[in-house]
């Protein structure tokens, strides 16, 4: 069996309340129980703060430049939906992007989606309060999005949704938020400013261009 490497926070309970394993991998279904099963913090939900993910030879992503050279694929599109649940056993968001152009890579479909460990959202009767101070904002539904998908990573590069594509970004400074028409973009990475200064969507992709271009 090959587990889902995404599953929504409705359907991750079977009707009593348990764990569906047979959507999950052992660990994964292990890890969700447990977070369901501790008590409430003084928010009134189940807190949990960043997951770390060894990494080996990971690229140098600290400026716009670099992480566009080390981008197997850079995506530019709208965010169209969004949902919470888990992939693996992490807490957090799924997003659907509408591609609107490639700067890398082919765009064979015109949806992807992309995961952001942040998110608080109810799981049957317990209520998760996910948090990671890497990742400083989420994208909204209606805002356009920037997703340069790392060459290595964790996880792969990708794998298939049903009908769809699914991008590991692996870390934050793998999305630029460039948030709706006039306002200007942001990397979301908790380096914030040394990352990228405030630009606008058309100074970002003519800087990525540049650096792919070798300018």
């Known amino acids: 069996m090959v587990e889902p490497i995404w599953v929504s926070s409705e359907a991750a309970l079977q ?18 129980q447990k ?11 189940v807190e949990l ?5 060894s990494k080996i030879n990971a690229p140098d992503r600290s400026t716009l430049e670099k992480a566009a050279q080390t981008s197997k694929a850079i995506v530019v599109g709208e965010v169209v939906d969004q949902a919470y649940g888990f992939s693996g056993g992490t807490p957090g968001q799924l997003f ?14 015109q949806s992807y989606y992309f995961f952001v460990p942040v998110g608080r959202f109810a799981v049957g009767d317990t209520e998760i309060c996910k948090t990671d101070r890497r990742w400083q904002r989420v994208p909204r539904v209606g805002e356009e999005v920037a997703l340069l998908v790392p060459r290595l990573s964790a ?15 692996d870390e934050a ?13 942001a990397s979301v990475g908790a380096r914030g ?17 540049q650096t792919l271009r070798g300018e």
């Open 49 to 53: 703060e960043e997951f770390y993910t």
């Open 96 to 109: 659907e992007v509408r591609a609107q152009q490639s700067l890398a890579g082919r765009l064979p479909i």
């Open 173 to 185: 400074e793998s999305l630029v938020i460039f948030g709706r028409p006039g306002e200007k973009a």
């Open 193 to 209: 400013p040394s990352f990228m200064k405030a630009m606008s969507k058309q100074e970002v992709l003519k800087s990525i261009r």
């Open 35 to 45: 977070f369901i099963d501790l008590p409430p913090g003084q928010n009134g939900c």
């Open 15 to 32: 009707p009593d309340g348990a764990v569906d394993k047979s959507l999950l991998h052992e660990d994964d279904a292990r890890l969700i």
């Open 155 to 169: 996880s792969g590069l990708h794998k298939r949704l049903p009908g769809e594509q699914f991008l590991y970004l």
